[in-house]
Structure formats: structure tokens, C-alpha cells
């Protein structure tokens, strides 16, 4: 249990709750009433509070806004039946987050820092969790360069943020999916493995493209010959193929999921075969032609398990099984553990 940190709370005169639907919730587009904000300047971290959620006032020279030195994160909160609160492995956030600042030349959060803010901002707002069936609140703290200055050096002034949105699901049936082979997201010896703001920048011109031709998101392939699978859209991506449990490993390149290692923790528990190997596009395909893809899915903190209904390639679409029964297990187990409601044997829940 993280102590909470004694921080400077400025409250919100009239809360906005009560504007809200709980029961049709649109995801990431409403805030809960505060945020907490923290400043660094002169080699450290200052100026540490909460206040109302609001608009902020940067400079037009700001250093993000020129060069994207920005770092972020998504978890979430969950409400169980006996009113408590209950975060999905926070310390392991707090953890990748160090990480992605490192890359970027942000100075990191320690992560005793970051639960400390969570914890804080969690309980001055814990009204704004939902308690309804697939319902969570959505967190993200995000560091971000504040210097008003163009030219190209790291910030010596930072903003760390962590504001909240209740959500409902993110999707809501299973999604279509199409192999890119030709745009990148992420290259080795890029920035692939950090969670900052210019990596889904540029996910979003071929994700539009694919959208335009019928499908939600992409498979990403490797950026140098684009002959190994990777990452699906803005998740981790896993196969069942025949009886094995398939996903590319984690590098440079591609993001260390927190639910993609949840997954792989469970589907050992449970005794099944687990693969993490580069997965070449041409074994996919003969698998698919064979009808030895089984499930496809991805994971990640938005949507949890998304499970993938056809996936799209060289002009083929191949359709997977309607049912899909280990997707299933997986959003139903993880969801239990979420809310308390089975055994956490690893220790992943934190209540605040």
C-alpha cells in the first residue's frame, strides 16, 4: 500500500458528475472534476497539487508542440461491488513509464512519486469511477517538454499530468484487420518500446487509409523488410495457432504491454503452449490458409482482449472462427481479477 503524499488541493467549486450518463459513456471524451499537476524546473520536481481539470496556458515556442518530447500512460480504475476502488497494476505503469522518459531525455517520475499522485488524485475524485458493467475510469498521466524555446535540445522545464475520464468499452464487437507492409510504425533502434506522443502520430495516415478500405485497424510488420508481424494497431497482438499461444517479442520496437504480459502469465497458468517468436507474414498466411488460426486478438489498456473477426492480406481477407473461446476467457478472468471478484495470485490489484 502506497502512502499518500501530502499535496496541495485546490477542489472545484461545482462538481460536473451529475451532467454525466454512466450508463452510455463515450469514451475519452468526458473528465472527471481535477487533475494533479506537477512542475519541474531547476533539476526538480516542484509545485505539486491538485486542482480542477482545465485548459493549460503554453507558450507558441513550446518545446512538445515543435519536437514531441512527450511521454505517456493509460490504465484504469475499476469500482467493485463493495465500493472499492481497484487499479489494474499501476506499478507496472509507473515502471514503463520511467523507461519511456529515459528514451526521450525526460527526467523520470520515481515510482513512489507516481503512485503517491494516483493514490491522491483517486481519492479526492473517487466519486467518478463507475460501478456499471464494462465501465472503468480511464487514467492518464502524461510528462510533457515546457520550455518556450525552438531550438533542438532537451526541455529543461517539464508538466507531469495525470487526469482522469470515466469510459465504457472501447470496442464493442470484434474488429478487422489489415497487414501493412508498407508503412512503419516503429523501427530498431527507434522509439518503438516507448509510450511517447510521435509514435501514434504517425499510426494514424495507414490507419486511416485502411479504414477507408473496411478495416478498424492494421497489423504492423517489422520497418526494415516488413516480412515479420509485429504490433495491431495501438496494441500487442496474439495468435492461437493450433494449440499454441503466438506473439511477437517485446524490443525496441514494439511496446511492452502490461496486458499482453497479464495474458502470457495466465495462459501459462493454465498449462497452454506459449510462443513469443517472430512470427514471419508468410507462416501467418499458410496458417490462415490452413484454418490453423484458431483466435487472433489484441491486447491492450483500452479495450482489454479485442478480438479480431477477419484479417486482411494481399487483396484476401481471411475469417476467423466465430467463436472464440480463449479471447473470452482471457476478458473474463482479467476482468474477475480487476474487480476483485477472484483470487489476484500475482498481486497485480492495488486498492487505493
Given at each position: 500500500m502506497t502512502e499518500t503524499a501530502e499535496f496541495e488541493i485546490k477542489k472545484i467549486e461545482r462538481s460536473r458528475i451529475s451532467e454525466v450518463d454512466f450508463n452510455n459513456i463515450p469514451f475519452g471524451k468526458v473528465y472527471a472534476d481535477h487533475m494533479f499537476v506537477a512542475d519541474?524546473?531547476?533539476?526538480?520536481?516542484?509545485?505539486?497539487?491538485?486542482e480542477p481539470y482545465g485548459d493549460l496556458s503554453i507558450s507558441p515556442a513550446n518545446a512538445t508542440l515543435h519536437y514531441g518530447q512527450s511521454v505517456f500512460e493509460g490504465l484504469k480504475a475499476y469500482k467493485n461491488k463493495a465500493g472499492e476502488i481497484l487499479?489494474?497494476?499501476?506499478?507496472?505503469?509507473?515502471?514503463?513509464?520511467?523507461?519511456s522518459a529515459e528514451?526521450?531525455?525526460?527526467?523520470?517520475?520515481?515510482?513512489?512519486?507516481?503512485?503517491?499522485?494516483?493514490t491522491a488524485l483517486l481519492k479526492v475524485d473517487s466519486a467518478w469511477v463507475p460501478g456499471q458493467e464494462?465501465?472503468?475510469?480511464y487514467i492518464r498521466p502524461v510528462v510533457f517538454a515546457d520550455d518556450p524555446y525552438v531550438g533542438i535540445r532537451p526541455s529543461e522545464t517539464y508538466k507531469f499530468l495525470i487526469f482522469t475520464a470515466p469510459v465504457g468499452a472501447y470496442?464493442?464487437?470484434?474488429v478487422n484487420v489489415k497487414i501493412e507492409t508498407k508503412y512503419t510504425r516503429a523501427?530498431?533502434?527507434?522509439?518503438?518500446?516507448?509510450?511517447?506522443?510521435?509514435?501514434?502520430?504517425?499510426?494514424?495516415?495507414?490507419?486511416?487509409?485502411?479504414?477507408?478500405?473496411?478495416?478498424?485497424?492494421?497489423?504492423?510488420?517489422?520497418?526494415?523488410?516488413?516480412?515479420?508481424?509485429?504490433?495491431?494497431?495501438?496494441m500487442n497482438l496474439l495468435f492461437l495457432i493450433n494449440d499454441t499461444l503466438v506473439t511477437a517479442p517485446t524490443g525496441d520496437s514494439i511496446l511492452n504491454g502490461i496486458t499482453r504480459d497479464s495474458v502470457l502469465t495466465l495462459a501459462k497458468d493454465w498449462g497452454m503452449k506459449v510462443e513469443e517468436k517472430r512470427?514471419?507474414?508468410?507462416?501467418?498466411?499458410?496458417?490462415?490458409k490452413a484454418g490453423e488460426v484458431k483466435e487472433a486478438f489484441g491486447a491492450g489498456t483500452a479495450a482489454t482482449i479485442a478480438k479480431i473477426h477477419k484479417i486482411g492480406y494481399n487483396g484476401v481477407d481471411y475469417v476467423l472462427p466465430e467463436e472464440k473461446p480463449l479471447s473470452d476467457k482471457l476478458f473474463d478472468t482479467l476482468d474477475k481479477i480487476k474487480l476483485g471478484e477472484i483470487e489476484d495470485t500475482h498481486g497485480w490489484v492495488y486498492k487505493v
Open positions: 519541474f524546473e531547476n533539476g526538480e520536481w516542484k509545485n505539486m497539487r491538485i487499479i489494474f497494476r499501476p506499478e507496472a505503469n509507473a515502471k514503463r513509464m520511467i523507461v528514451r526521450m531525455c525526460i527526467p523520470p517520475i520515481s515510482e513512489e512519486f507516481f503512485m503517491s499522485a494516483l464494462n465501465t472503468s475510469l470496442y464493442s464487437e470484434p523501427v530498431a533502434g527507434g522509439v518503438g518500446y516507448a509510450k511517447t506522443a510521435g509514435n501514434y502520430a504517425a499510426s494514424l495516415y495507414p490507419a486511416l487509409q485502411a479504414q477507408k478500405e473496411g478495416y478498424h485497424q492494421l497489423i504492423w510488420t517489422d520497418g526494415q523488410t516488413h516480412e515479420f508481424v509485429e504490433e495491431a494497431g495501438t512470427l514471419s507474414v508468410k507462416e501467418l498466411e499458410a496458417a490462415l
